[in-house]
């Protein structure tokens, strides 16, 4: 689990505050050597947030990264990583299914959480769960 914060200005809307946490997201995680494969990946009414990639393949070390991006701002009742439950992990799974056989994927995937926390005073808070939790394939 990783954090950081940085500090931004008041947020409007659910969906304004669901851009800027992808937003976000994606910039932490192309700043920790991630490549953007596909976003906002659509699988008839099933999503997937960011579809990265990281390692190299002269390595033979690449691997998929299917993130779920998931914001709430304080005062929280749970986590937002905490609100990726077996069905949506069930729906993000199948849509990664889904890309990897169109596009004929043949190296590891992983299912990662970006957990994002808008907090009083316009900080926010970006945590990354590598690894959160594995397809029953």
């Known amino acids: 689990m990783e954090d950081e914060k940085g500090s931004f200005s ?13 937003d ?4 932490y995680l ?3 050597g991630l490549t953007l494969l596909q976003r ?5 009414h099933r999503e997937i947030d960011l579809i990265m990639k990281s390692g190299h393949f002269e ?9 779920e ?10 986590l937002p990583f905490e609100t990726v439950d077996r069905k949506k992990q069930r729906a993000v799974i199948s849509a990664a299914a ?11 995937t992983r299912f990662d959480i970006v957990s994002v926390i808008f907090k009083e005073g316009g900080v926010v808070e970006v945590k ?3 690894d959160a939790f594995a397809p029953e394939w």
């Open 40 to 44: 906002n990946y659509r699988a008839g």
């Open 98 to 108: 889904r890309f990897i056989y169109r596009n004929n994927i043949h190296f590891d």
């Open 128 to 130: 990354y769960f590598p």
């Open 69 to 78: 991006v998931r914001s709430l701002s304080e005062p929280l009742v749970k």
């Open 24 to 27: 976000m997201a994606l910039e």
């Open 59 to 67: 390595h033979k070390n690449e691997m998929i990264h299917i993130v």
């Open 10 to 22: 008041r947020l409007k809307g659910r969906s304004e505050r669901g851009k800027l946490a992808e």
């Open 30 to 32: 192309l700043k920790k």
